[in-house]
């Protein structure tokens, strides 16, 4: 039988539905992935909840049975009382109107039922995750269509070399190690390297490594047998036994704990994996395409990856480019993405003026692509002309006079480049001792820069939760 790691801190979901078997079914999933779940029929009794400061909670999961629903209000109300706690909507109404009413009243995602165990849990960790990196997954329910090479907008040479790179790897059952900042499209790349091989018409199942918890990463992966460990009430295929016979994109895989790392080799030297608590192994035929937002072969070094399984992903290595040294891309880009935005509203078309290009151009797009699409998404919301100007981006319009920023979130900007504190002094000025908020503070700006605005890390290294984190930088009124 299999063994776990260290439990990790339960988060707090509170659940506001008043049809007690859904949220006696949505309870039971999200108790499988270490969510402790509070229940209220209706906001008032939530709101109840949340003050009594009895549970924690992490986000709020709000049910939707009419499109007729004051969904606007309710989710305003819950965000006047705690403006940093996220709200994911669900609903069995596939409504844009609904949908983008929600987003506008500051809901982080909005999902469809009936809803996949995998769906839900997904859903949740973005929304717990947003707030540093501002992103946003509007209308995220209707995923858009997987791109292929053809697809993929982008003229400048270290782009076109790259997609030239692919489209040569593509065909071979190499696996394939994807580098780049978070943003750039990493996914995307993955996507059309699928398409483009002989797998093409198979599976590509998607896997983010930093967003499973450590003790659940074994199961995730391999699968486990019913009653392997506390909570297996069922058996469960893993990500690899879903994807055998097409690929598997393991994104953020240096978020990957040591352990899992060790199997994960196994399976590519083998092609085995054995679920947890199952007595024989089972062969699988997956390619593998990774990727990361930092340099493998740094944590190599630093012990923090193994070396062999680092040469066993990186037979081909591609590193994308962040977009402020492709900005020559930038008014293609937000045309295709605004085409592609339009659809996701119901709109005939969405277009964009020079004046509001010119001042996208200035920024430096800390955030990438994905951050470019969040932002032209949030101004198309609030257009009303269907042509964006620089009137549509007043966040944008304020950050490009004092360096970069986050444009489409509340909280402070995150740049780990400037420098962070060096020593944590404990004393103030005047001789007293600094309060305790201070020098928390301090030490979150101190970690943000030893490494490098890598958040899963920056929480693993403070010994807290990502959700947490993100909380404290609101609370504490971080701009390191």
């Given at each position: 039988?299999?063994?776990?790691?260290?439990?990790?801190?339960?988060?707090?979901?509170?659940?506001?539905?008043?049809?007690?078997?859904?949220?006696?079914?949505?309870?039971?999933?999200?108790?499988?992935?270490?969510?402790?779940?509070?229940?209220?029929?209706?906001?008032?009794?939530?709101?109840?909840i949340a003050d009594s400061g009895r549970e924690r909670i992490d986000a709020v999961l709000m049910d939707v049975?009419?499109?007729?629903?004051?969904?606007?209000?309710?989710?305003?109300?819950?965000?006047?009382?705690?403006?940093?706690?996220?709200?994911?909507?669900?609903?069995?109404?596939?409504?844009?109107?609904?949908?983008?009413?929600?987003?506008?009243?500051?809901?982080?995602?909005?999902?469809?039922?009936?809803?996949?165990?995998?769906?839900?849990?997904?859903?949740?960790?973005?929304?717990?995750?947003?707030?540093?990196?501002?992103?946003?997954?509007?209308?995220?329910?209707?995923?858009?269509?997987?791109?292929?090479?053809?697809?993929?907008?982008?003229?400048?040479?270290?782009?076109?070399?790259?997609?030239?790179?692919?489209?040569?790897?593509?065909?071979?059952?190499?696996?394939?190690?994807?580098?780049?900042?978070?943003?750039?499209?990493?996914?995307?790349?993955?996507?059309?390297?699928?398409?483009?091989?002989?797998?093409?018409?198979?599976?590509?199942?998607?896997?983010?490594?930093?967003?499973?918890?450590?003790?659940?990463?074994?199961?995730?992966?391999?699968?486990?047998?019913?009653?392997?460990?506390?909570g297996a009430f069922e058996r469960r295929l893993g990500k690899f036994a879903i994807a055998d016979g097409g690929?598997?994109?393991?994104?953020?895989?240096?978020?990957?704990?040591?352990?899992?790392?060790?199997?994960?080799?196994?399976?590519?030297?083998?092609?085995?994996?054995?679920?947890?608590?199952?007595?024989?192994?089972?062969?699988?035929?997956?390619?593998?395409?990774?990727?990361?937002?930092?340099?493998?072969?740094?944590?190599?070094?630093?012990?923090?990856?193994?070396?062999?399984?680092?040469?066993?992903?990186?037979?081909?290595?591609?590193?994308?480019?962040?977009?402020?040294?492709?900005?020559?891309?930038?008014?293609?880009?937000?045309?295709?993405?605004?085409?592609?935005?339009?659809?996701?509203?119901?709109?005939?078309?969405?277009?964009?003026?020079?004046?509001?290009?010119?001042?996208?151009?200035?920024?430096?797009?800390?955030?990438?692509?994905?951050?470019?699409?969040?932002?032209?998404?949030?101004?198309?919301?609030?257009?009303?002309?269907?042509?964006?100007?620089?009137?549509?981006?007043?966040?944008?319009?304020?950050?490009?006079?004092?360096?970069?920023?986050?444009?489409?979130?509340?909280?402070?900007?995150?740049?780990?480049?400037?420098?962070?504190?060096?020593?944590?002094?404990?004393?103030?000025?005047?001789?007293?001792?600094?309060?305790?908020?201070?020098?928390?503070?301090?030490?979150?700006?101190?970690?943000?820069?030893?490494?490098?605005?890598?958040?899963?890390?920056?929480?693993?290294?403070?010994?807290?939760?990502?959700?947490?984190?993100y909380r404290k930088l609101a609370e504490l009124g971080i701009s390191a």
């Amino acid at each position: 039988m299999g063994t776990l790691a260290k439990t990790a801190p339960a988060r707090g979901l509170l659940l506001i539905d008043d049809q007690p078997a859904q949220g006696s079914l949505i309870a039971a999933m999200a108790g499988r992935a270490n969510w402790r779940v509070s229940r209220a029929p209706d906001v008032n009794a939530a709101l109840r909840i949340a003050d009594s400061g009895r549970e924690r909670i992490d986000a709020v999961l709000m049910d939707v049975w009419s499109p007729d629903a004051d969904t606007a209000g309710a989710i305003a109300q819950m965000r006047r009382h705690w403006p940093h706690l996220p709200v994911v909507v669900m609903t069995a109404q596939d409504s844009a109107r609904l949908a983008i009413s929600a987003i506008r009243a500051g809901a982080s995602d909005f999902v469809i039922k009936p809803i996949a165990p995998d769906r839900l849990l997904a859903a949740l960790d973005h929304a717990t995750t947003r707030g540093v990196d501002g992103e946003l997954r509007p209308l995220a329910e209707k995923p858009q269509a997987s791109l292929d090479f053809a697809s993929m907008i982008g003229s400048a040479p270290c782009f076109r070399d790259l997609v030239e790179s692919a489209m040569r790897v593509a065909p071979t059952p190499a696996p394939v190690l994807i580098e780049g900042e978070s943003g750039v499209g990493k996914e995307v790349l993955a996507q059309a390297i699928h398409r483009a091989s002989p797998l093409g018409a198979q599976p590509l199942v998607t896997v983010n490594c930093g967003a499973i918890p450590a003790n659940l990463v074994e199961s995730e992966l391999f699968g486990h047998e019913r009653g392997a460990f506390t909570g297996a009430f069922e058996r469960r295929l893993g990500k690899f036994a879903i994807a055998d016979g097409g690929t598997i994109f393991l994104d953020e895989i240096g978020d990957l704990p040591l352990d899992a790392q060790v199997k994960l080799l196994r399976v590519l030297q083998s092609g085995e994996i054995q679920p947890i608590g199952a007595r024989m192994p089972r062969n699988v035929s997956v390619r593998v395409i990774a990727a990361t937002n930092s340099k493998l072969a740094q944590a190599v070094s630093q012990g923090r990856f193994r070396e062999d399984l680092f040469y066993r992903l990186a037979v081909v290595q591609l590193t994308m480019p962040p977009l402020r040294d492709r900005i020559e891309d930038l008014p293609a880009l937000a045309c295709g993405l605004l085409t592609r935005i339009a659809e996701q509203l119901g709109a005939s078309r969405l277009g964009i003026d020079k004046g509001a290009l010119d001042l996208l151009g200035a920024f430096d797009w800390p955030g990438n692509v994905r951050q470019l699409h969040n932002v032209l998404f949030r101004a198309a919301i609030f257009c009303r002309t269907g042509t964006l100007t620089r009137a549509d981006f007043p966040h944008l319009a304020r950050s490009t006079a004092t360096g970069p920023a986050i444009a489409i979130a509340d909280m402070p900007a995150i740049d780990a480049r400037e420098p962070g504190p060096s020593i944590i002094d404990p004393f103030a000025a005047d001789g007293h001792v600094r309060s305790i908020e201070a020098i928390e503070a301090d030490m979150i700006r101190l970690a943000i820069h030893r490494y490098d605005g890598r958040m899963t890390e920056v929480a693993r290294r403070l010994g807290i939760g990502r959700s947490t984190l993100y909380r404290k930088l609101a609370e504490l009124g971080i701009s390191a």
